[in-house]
C-alpha cells in the first residue's frame, strides 16, 4: 500500500511519515518549501516533491492531508476526482491511537514538553515507547519520533477540532484556555464540550490539571488530578528558583514521596513534570528512576533554549504564542536571570488569536523592561480587518514595532545588555538564530 503525504514537512506529518515507512510501507509526500524536516525524510529514503502537483500523486493508495492543506489544492482536486480516500492527519494519527496502547495529551500550554518528559522517563526506565512529539527533542532518534515496541505516547493536538474522535487509554490534560477556536464556531464551551468527550472515553484513566477551573468542571471516578497544592492527588511544594534550574517536593495525597531537579525555570514546566511525574508513578516507574531521568532532561527544541550567552548578552529562542505561555515564559526568564533586563521581542502567530487576545497580550508583554513587537505570522490565515500588530503595539508604552528581520537585528545590536526573549510561534525564531551567529562572531566567549 502506497501513502501518500501532503504536507509532509510539518512537524506532526513528518511523524506519521516516519511511523508509516517503519511499519514497511511505501512513502511519499509533498510540501511547499523545503525544510530541515523534508531533508531529514529524504534521507530516510522517503520521496518528496517540493511544490503541490497532481502528478505528485502517481498511484497512491491513500491521502494524508495537513490541516494547512486547503481544499483546492491540486493534490486533494485530484485525488477527488479519481476517488483516492483522504484522511486528515488527525484523523490518521487517531487510527493508530485507537489499535494500540496508548497515552495522549493535550492541552492549550505545555503539552510538548510533558510528552517529552514522559517520553524521557520512559525510555530511561527500560520501557520503549513509540513517540509522536510535536516539537524536536534530541532524547527522540527522528528529533519529533521514537519507534518503539512498547505504549505509544503521543502529543494530541487540539487545534483542528479532531480531537472529539480520540480515543486513547491514558488521556492527559494540561489546562484549557480559549484558543484556536475558529474550529469550534468560535465557542469556547465546544472547546471544552470537545476536550471532555475526548477525557471521558479513556479507557484506563484521565490525569488532569487540578488547578485549572476548567478542567475542574470534569467529574469522573478515574480522574486523577496533578497541581500544586493538596487539591489535586500529585501535587508540587516548596517550588525554588536556583537561576538555572528549580527544585520541588513531590506530594502524593500528603505524603512527601521526594524531591526533583528541573533543568528548566518558571512554574509552567513544574506543571509540566509534576503531570509526567503522575503519569510514570501511576504506571509503576519507581520514583528514583524518574528522579534519576529528570536528571538528563533539557528543553524542547524552542522551549526556553539558550542560543547565546556571555557575561552581559543573552539570547533565549522560545515558542510561546498564547498571553498565558507569554507570561509564564517572561516571568521564567526573570527567575532564571535575575540580573539582567528582559528584552521581549514578540511575533504575534494568527490574525485570529491576536483578534481575541491583542488586549491580554498587550498587559503580559508589560512585564518585560523593552519590548519589540515584530510582523505577524500569519500561517496562512487571511486578514481581520481592523486587526494588526501595529494595535497591539500602540497599547504597550515600552514598546517599537519592527516588521523587517535586518531591522530588528540591528535594532537590538544597539543594546548592550539584556537578555533577548523570542517569543512566538512563527519565523521568528530565524530572527534569534541570526542574532546569535552574529553575537558568536562578535564575542569571544560564546557557549
Known amino acids: 500500500m502506497k501513502y501518500f503525504f501532503s504536507g509532509i514537512g510539518g512537524i506532526g506529518m513528518s511523524s506519521l511519515a516516519l511511523y508509516t515507512k ?47 492543506i486547503r ?15 483522504i484522511m486528515n492527519r488527525m484523523e490518521y494519527l487517531n487510527y493508530i491511537l485507537k489499535n494500540s496502547y496508548s497515552v495522549g495529551i493535550t492541552g492549550t500550554d505545555g503539552k510538548t514538553t510533558t510528552t517529552a518528559m514522559i517520553s524521557h522517563i520512559l525510555k530511561k526506565a527500560k520501557c520503549d515507547p513509540t513517540v509522536f512529539l ?19 505516547i ?12 480520540t480515543v486513547s487509554d491514558v488521556s492527559i ?5 480559549p484558543d484556536h477556536l475558529e474550529h469550534y464556531n468560535n465557542s469556547f464551551q465546544n472547546l471544552i464540550d470537545s476536550i471532555y468527550n475526548y477525557a471521558s472515553k479513556a479507557k484506563d484513566f484521565v490525569l488532569l490539571n487540578g488547578d485549572d477551573y476548567i478542567l ?52 509552567h514546566y513544574a506543571y509540566d513534570a509534576i503531570a509526567a511525574i503522575a503519569y510514570a508513578l501511576e504506571s509503576g516507574i519507581s520514583f528514583e528512576k524518574i528522579k534519576h531521568a529528570f536528571e538528563s532532561f533539557n528543553s524542547v527544541n524552542r522551549r526556553f533554549n539558550v542560543l547565546f550567552k556571555n557575561s552581559h548578552i543573552f539570547v533565549v529562542d522560545d515558542y510561546a504564542h498564547t498571553p498565558e505561555e507569554v507570561e509564564l515564559t517572561i516571568n521564567a526568564a526573570k527567575e532564571y536571570f535575575p540580573n539582567y533586563p528582559i528584552i521581549a521581542i ?3 502567530h494568527r490574525y485570529t488569536r491576536l483578534y481575541r487576545h491583542y488586549m491580554q497580550f498587550s498587559e503580559v508583554l508589560k512585564n518585560a523592561d523593552k519590548v519589540f513587537i515584530y510582523r505577524l505570522y500569519s500561517a496562512f ?17 515600552n514598546s517599537e514595532y519592527i516588521n523587517s528581520e535586518n531591522d530588528m537585528i540591528d535594532r537590538a545590536l544597539e543594546i548592550n545588555e539584556g537578555v533577548f526573549l523570542f517569543l512566538g510561534a512563527g519565523d521568528i525564531t530565524n530572527v534569534a538564530k541570526k542574532l546569535s551567529l552574529i553575537f558568536e562572531k562578535k564575542y569571544e566567549n560564546i557557549i
Not at 381 to 397: C, S
Open 22 to 68: 517503519y511499519k514497511g510501507y511505501d512513502v511519499a509526500g509533498s510540501n511547499n518549501v523545503e525544510s530541515e524536516r523534508t531533508n531529514y525524510l529524504k534521507n530516510k529514503g522517503i520521496n518528496i516533491k517540493i511544490g503541490h502537483d497532481k502528478d505528485n500523486i502517481n498511484d497512491s493508495d491513500l491521502i494524508i492531508k495537513s490541516t494547512a
Open 71 to 85: 481544499d483546492d489544492n491540486p493534490e486533494i482536486l485530484y485525488a477527488k476526482e479519481y476517488k483516492i480516500p
Open 346 to 348: 514578540f511575533q504575534p
Open 154 to 165: 503521543s502529543e494530541v493536538d487540539e487545534s483542528d477540532g479532531f480531537i472529539k474522535n
Open 381 to 397: 490565515e487571511e486578514p481581520i480587518a481592523g486587526i494588526d500588530e501595529l494595535k497591539m503595539a500602540n497599547l504597550i508604552e
Open 173 to 177: 490534560i494540561t489546562n484549557l484556555r
Open 134 to 152: 510535536g516539537g524536536i527533542h534530541d532524547s527522540l532518534e527522528d528529533g519529533n519520533f521514537r519507534m518503539g515496541s512498547g505504549p505509544i
Open 216 to 267: 475542574n468542571g470534569f467529574y469522573d471516578n478515574i480522574i486523577i488530578k496533578f497541581g500544586s497544592n493538596s487539591n489535586s492527588d500529585y501535587y508540587f511544594t516548596n517550588r525554588t528558583p536556583h537561576g538555572y534550574y528549580q527544585t520541588f517536593d513531590v506530594n502524593y495525597k500528603d505524603k512527601l514521596i521526594g524531591n526533583i531537579k528541573l533543568n528548566l525555570p518558571g512554574v
